[in-house]
């Protein structure tokens, strides 16, 4: 066990391009979940899976992001058309079951920066 | 929506000195988390409270879990340079997502 890996580390991007960022959580979480993190900021929930199911996504998802869990394991993030307002920390976390069990276990996140 | 408000925002203290921070919420959480995030990286859990009430410890660290629900406090004593960095504290809420403060940072001064 390796623990939640996060790649790429750092993206820098121009506005208008597409991006995808990609979490292996701990092998037996069957829970992955995404965060944003800004400037001084904690983290801000963006979406959740079960397995392969996506549970729930919050209003700061808009319809330029998009999440897959398409065998319960890895996950990606896609956000499409970047905008500079997307330039944040993104943060992946995986749990056994629920948050009641222990908390998460996060990644080291992915800086994208858009320019 | 579900909001933590963490203080104080920033500390500046000696080393050897104990920190006391505090986070409220006017939800209720059936779980409150508190975590350490150093530059650069993800944060990592320090302890977890499951309990109104609970008092629990992690070596120089302690949190308890308010009666009221609403409510956490993060001791630090002893405090060494390895200790700088941001606290968050984090409430599970009945959704299980976990809702984080805002942080508060640690200085300590040489």
Redesign the interface.
């Given at each position: 066990d390796t623990g939640?890996s996060q790649d790429p580390r750092h993206k820098i991007t121009k506005r208008g391009q597409n991006v995808t960022f990609r979490c292996d959580p701990i092998s037996e979480h069957n829970r992955l979940?995404w965060?944003r993190q800004t400037l001084?900021?904690?983290?801000?929930?963006l979406t959740?899976f079960q397995n392969e199911a996506q549970l729930?996504k919050s209003r700061l998802l808009s319809d330029r992001f998009s999440a897959e869990r398409p065998k319960g394991s890895f996950s990606t993030l896609e956000i499409q058309r970047t905008e500079q307002g997307d330039s944040a920390m993104y943060?992946c976390?995986s749990s056994l079951d629920?948050?009641?069990s222990?908390?998460?276990?996060?990644?080291?996140?992915t800086?994208l920066t858009v320019v | 929506g579900q909001q933590?408000n963490q203080s104080p925002q920033s500390m500046f203290i000696q080393e050897g000195e104990d920190v006391s921070m505090n986070c409220t919420s006017s939800s209720i959480f059936?779980?409150w988390?508190w975590?350490k995030q150093d530059p650069?990286?993800?944060?990592?859990?320090l302890i977890?409270l499951?309990k109104a009430g609970e008092l629990t410890s992690n070596g120089r660290l302690t949190a308890q879990f308010g009666i009221t629900r609403k409510d956490s406090f993060l001791n630090i004593s002893a405090s060494i340079p390895s200790d700088v960095g941001i606290y968050?504290c984090?409430g599970?809420d009945r959704?299980?997502?976990?809702?984080?403060?805002?942080?508060t940072r640690l200085h300590i001064l040489p």
């Open positions: 939640v979940y965060y001084g900021q904690g983290p801000e929930f959740y729930e943060l976390a629920s948050a009641a222990g908390g998460y276990t996060f990644g080291s996140g800086r | 933590l059936n779980t988390l975590y650069g990286e993800g944060p990592v859990l977890a499951y968050f984090a599970g959704d299980d997502k976990i809702i984080f403060g805002k942080g």
